[in-house]
């Protein structure tokens, strides 16, 4: 069951029953996606490519890959954008979400939310996104990634996707020099992040986090 919530930056968010957890974080949905994933993973990672592939653990709302459209355009990059989910939102709360960001394409956002598992969606001519329906890191549908938004549901609700085995997956899944940005700093998740190959830095946390992590596949 979800429901949504308004966010300190005015932006939404959805609260998860199941998990006990919000989507993002309740100091700004916005804030906090603009902050980990646009400035500290594709702007970083943006000058390496004039193509930019990014995968992303738990598509949820659609925020991050409608925040990667709008910046990749204005940045001049082409993006394939590559997503997991295992608990699709319904229409309902789709349609919700859109309605509370204005500033984004309805027809696009929409477009994106109601595609179909596997089916490759061009919602621009620089911007193609795919999701599958599946859990990770039992499943992973990513190869060759500049970076990886790994945006899953905190430690405390799903151990399962912060473990050795699951950093392992996401490192096979970057290119040499390739990123993962996470809002997540804890010691036991940095630690299991370097287990597997990573090289790790704690960087500034949006509001509400005193810190965020970035690791790099080494090139």
Not at 31 to 52: C, K, N, P, R
Not at 159 to 182: C, K, M, N, S
Request: hydrophobic share 40%; proline share 6%; glycine share 8%.
């Amino acid at each position: 069951m979800l429901s949504t919530q308004k966010t300190a930056d005015g932006s939404l968010t959805l609260f998860s029953e199941r998990f006990q957890e919000t989507y993002h974080s309740r100091h700004g949905a916005k804030t906090e996606s603009l902050h980990v994933f646009i400035q500290h993973g594709l702007q970083y990672i943006a000058s390496q490519s004039d193509e930019i592939r990014i995968g992303e653990i738990g598509l949820g709302t659609g925020l991050n890959a409608m925040l990667s459209c709008d910046a990749g355009r204005a940045i001049g990059k082409k993006i394939c954008y590559f997503a997991i989910e295992a608990f699709p939102v319904s229409p309902q709360i789709m349609n919700e979400v859109v309605a509370a960001f204005p500033e984004f394409s309805e027809s696009r956002f929409l477009q994106l939310l109601y595609s179909e598992p596997g089916t490759i969606l061009k919602l621009l001519p620089e911007f193609e996104f795919v999701w599958f329906k599946s859990l990770w890191p039992a499943a992973n549908p990513f190869s060759d990634l500049d970076v990886l938004y790994y945006d899953a549901f905190a430690p405390g609700s799903q151990p399962e996707l912060w473990t050795h085995d699951a950093f392992y997956q996401a490192f096979q899944a970057l290119r040499p020099g390739g990123i993962l940005v996470t809002y997540c700093a804890k010691g036991d998740v940095r630690r299991n992040m370097k287990s597997v190959g990573f090289e790790v830095e704690k960087l500034p946390g949006p509001p509400g986090k005193r810190e965020m992590t970035r690791a790099k596949r080494p090139d």
